[in-house]
């Protein structure tokens, strides 16, 4: 019988004269590629990221988010499960000051969360990423989802991320330190929490002009924009029990619009990302 040679998953006959190559790769073959390609896929290497050795990564293939979740945190794990991207959590523990390791500011300076590697970034490469709404457009980017297509309403969303990072954002974060964490250090001056409170509730009222006869943010298609901003005004009820004192039953079309976002099924899920150990 001629001997037989395994070559590219095919079996070859050779006699004296001729290879004989089957027309098609036998099962086996297409067995043997499978495996031999699956055996030589490299692990992607991360050890260019310190962050990795403080928060190792079970699967160094797929995207390490290094967050809690907060307000800002939350928006980054909720567009993940709305873009079905595979990810690996890694809660950063504020009570133990974890954001200002020199680990954690070898890839977010700033020590803040979240932060983010791609380990599949631009060409292929490993990329390091924070701030919560550069990652949320990023990760937009990257898919071609969760902004729309036309140049236009894809700038203009844009706009509206950047009123979450510049307005809503720091706003309601100031509202929340003076009415709930420093409430005992302003008892005897009311101006702080007066003046973050004012402004939280005008900020909530551009919100409501823009949500009239609206079911998004941007018309019909949910966007970046309303992860950027729906868990700010559900922060602010949730973590600082504001939602009284920023009268939330002034802004229906907020809170219509604040009940469809945490509906979301990648809402219910990205919500308490990363879970407690």
């Given at each position: 019988m001629p001997d037989q040679v395994r070559h590219d998953g095919r079996v070859h006959f050779l006699t004296a004269r001729r290879d004989v190559v089957p027309p098609f790769p036998t099962a086996f073959g297409v067995l043997f590629m499978l495996h031999r390609n699956f055996q030589e896929q490299p692990v992607t290497d991360l050890s260019a990221f310190p962050i990795t050795q403080k928060w190792p990564a079970k699967n160094p293939d797929i995207i390490q988010l290094y967050s809690l979740p907060t307000p800002n945190g939350v928006k980054v794990s909720i567009?993940?499960?709305?873009?079905?991207?595979?990810?690996?959590?890694?809660r950063v523990d504020f009570g133990g000051n974890e954001q200002k390791s020199p680990e954690f500011v070898s890839l977010?300076?700033?020590?803040?969360?979240?932060?983010?590697?791609?380990?599949?970034?631009?060409?292929?490469?490993?990329?390091?990423?924070?701030?919560s709404g550069a990652i949320l457009w990023y990760l937009a980017e990257k898919t071609g989802k969760l902004v729309?297509?036309?140049?236009a309403q894809k700038y203009e969303t844009l706009c509206w991320v950047m009123f979450q990072m510049g307005g809503v954002g720091p706003m309601f974060g100031q509202f929340g330190h003076f009415y709930k964490f420093a409430a005992d250090k302003v008892a005897n001056n009311s101006y702080p929490m007066e003046r973050y409170r004012d402004e939280a509730k005008?900020?909530?009222?551009?919100?409501?002009?823009?949500?009239?006869?609206r079911q998004w943010i941007m018309g019909e298609t949910y966007t970046v924009a309303d992860i950027a901003l729906f868990p700010w005004v559900r922060g602010a009820d949730i973590f600082y029990g504001g939602r009284d004192v920023l009268g939330y039953g002034d802004f229906p079309a907020v809170m219509g619009w604040l009940e469809r976002c945490t509906a979301r099924?990648?809402?219910?899920?990205?919500?308490?990302?990363?879970a407690k150990e």
């Open positions: 567009a993940l499960e709305e873009l079905g991207l595979a990810y690996e959590p890694h977010n300076p700033n020590g803040r969360i979240p932060a983010l590697i791609d380990p599949h970034g631009p060409d292929g490469r490993p990329i390091g990423l924070f701030e729309p297509s036309d140049p005008r900020l909530l009222g551009v919100l409501e002009g823009r949500l009239q006869d099924p990648a809402s219910q899920k990205g919500i308490d990302v990363p």
